[in-house]
């Protein structure tokens, strides 16, 4: 399956880790990253966010991870020795995407049906983004910004103060129930939109650059 991201296309090998947390990753990361003897690793994204913003003491198996520490396993990974031991991989942040409280909501009652409240809200997804945002600036590495994108195709501006598109307190965003109809955003739906990539020495800023992904075969 080949990925493009801007002018070079390469081979993808689809070593993907679903579902879990950044604690979580640790434990298997070996598992993931092969050694450099053994197959060589050019690009990497670390996709994590969305489960370690779960709110606390909330139904399903347990993957909250508290924002410093969010933030601090974060940057242990993009600094990782085995990832390091690749010389010249290219590390790329994606931050978590903003989210809808009422898809979610309702995603979370057919697994769950004693749920009292919410277990993800648009505000804490908001500040996992952030601390990748700021992971990638400290660390030197691009970040590709969904959470920005997404947010201000919902009419968001980022200097604008409130409830946040996909809060429960604001009217639904259309914009958003396309992108997450099923709580998640889609190839399809992200490849009708630029996404911003920041470079690593301007990672809390928005650009025009584009990353396009190809779709499975």
């Known amino acids: 399956m080949p990925a493009?991201?801007?002018p070079l296309t390469t081979k993808a090998v689809g070593n993907t880790v679903g579902s879990h947390d950044l604690t979580m990753l640790f434990q298997v990361l070996p598992q993931v990253i092969p050694s450099p003897e053994r197959q060589g690793v050019r690009f990497l994204t670390v996709?994590?966010?969305?489960n370690d913003a779960r709110l606390p003491?909330?139904?399903?198996?347990?993957q909250t991870i508290s924002l410093p520490e969010y933030k601090a396993n974060l940057a242990s990974i993009v600094t990782h020795p085995l990832i390091k031991a690749h010389k010249d991989i290219r590390v790329i942040i994606?931050?978590?995407p903003p989210i809808d409280e009422r898809l979610q909501e309702d995603q979370d009652r057919e697994k769950y049906p004693e749920l009292q409240g919410l277990r993800r809200t648009a505000e804490t997804t908001a500040k996992y983004a952030q601390a990748a945002r700021e992971v990638g600036k400290e660390n030197g590495l691009p970040v590709v910004d969904l959470w920005t994108a997404m947010i201000k195709k919902a009419g968001w501006d980022l200097a604008m103060s409130g409830p946040l598109p996909g809060s429960k307190e604001l009217p639904q965003s259309?914009?958003?129930v396309d992108f997450l109809h099923d709580g998640k955003p889609?190839?399809?739906?992200l490849s009708a939109y630029p996404i911003p990539v920041t470079p690593a020495d301007q990672c809390l800023m928005t650009t025009n650059s584009r990353i396009t992904a190809s779709r499975p075969d």
Do not use: C, H, K
């Open 4 to 6: 493009s991201i801007g």
């Open 47 to 50: 996709f994590f966010g969305a």
């Open 57 to 62: 003491n909330t139904p399903g198996p347990s």
């Open 94 to 96: 994606i931050t978590p």
């Open 174 to 176: 259309e914009v958003l």
């Open 186 to 189: 889609t190839r399809d739906q």
